[in-house]
């Protein structure tokens, strides 16, 4: 099974509200990613966590990291509907080299 | 930088026919990384290289799939022969260093194998 499993499978908010993402993993990791794919395109790197921290902020997207639990949530706050993509968790195992093994992803709608 | 570029984007070909994916990774990244997405399975690392050695070929589905990076700034990934369950959008993505780095995403070839 796949070491990231994202919930929920799909989400969809109106543009303005706070979007919640989270991601649960079952080995130890170096780190934490996450990436958006627009439908049609390749992805892209959104943020990383690393195992010692427990939150991170960058413009309007929080990361936060809980390690005891295995787990990583994904908040963007004040969303629009450009942020309507599919987005994915990212986990780096301490025994994977540069390996990264991506979660099956949430489809995020922003209605305008 | 143009970032990581992918040809073709699209190619559609007939099963038992040799299809070759091409990958430019971004300038001055020493790892490359070649995955498959499809709906079933989602995101799949294929392979890995490093200085363009492989290092991880753990993802490689069977010996129909063959990748090389013969210099830094050039890969191939071929399937030979191609069969229907290999269609997918197969995606070159490239990072500075390995652990701990951000992987930079091609725009993705997607391949119908009739």
């Known amino acids: 099974s796949q070491q990231g499993e994202e919930d929920p499978q799909a989400l969809s908010i109106q543009e303005g509200e706070n979007a919640t993402m989270n991601c649960s993993y079952k080995?130890?990791?170096?780190?934490l990613q996450w990436y958006r794919q627009n439908s049609g395109r390749g992805l892209v790197h959104l943020i990383l966590?690393?195992?010692?921290?427990r939150e991170k902020h960058s413009g309007r997207l929080r990361v936060t990291l809980d390690t005891s639990k295995k787990s990583s949530s994904l908040l963007i706050t004040a969303s629009r509907a450009a942020d309507t993509a599919s987005y994915f968790c990212a986990t780096d195992a301490t025994s994977s080299g540069s390996r990264l093994t991506f979660g099956e992803g949430t489809q995020l709608t922003v209605n305008p | 930088d143009a970032g990581v570029i992918q040809s073709p984007r699209h190619e559609v070909t007939e099963m038992g026919q040799e299809v070759t994916l091409r990958c430019k990774p971004i300038?001055?990244?020493?790892?490359l990384f070649w995955y498959r997405q499809t709906m079933m399975r989602g995101l799949e690392l294929l392979i890995y290289?490093?200085?363009?050695?492989?290092?991880?070929d753990s993802g490689m589905p069977e010996d129909r799939f063959s990748a090389k990076m013969p210099n830094a700034s050039f890969s191939t990934l071929k399937i030979q022969p191609s069969e229907p369950r290999d269609s997918a959008v197969y995606f070159c993505a490239s990072s500075q260093r390995g652990r701990g780095s951000a992987q930079y995403f091609g725009p993705g070839t997607r391949l119908l194998v009739l």
């Open positions: 966590i690393r195992s010692n921290e």
């Open positions: 290289f490093n200085n363009n050695v492989p290092i991880d």
């Open positions: 080995t130890s990791i170096n780190n």
């Open positions: 300038s001055g990244h020493d790892y």
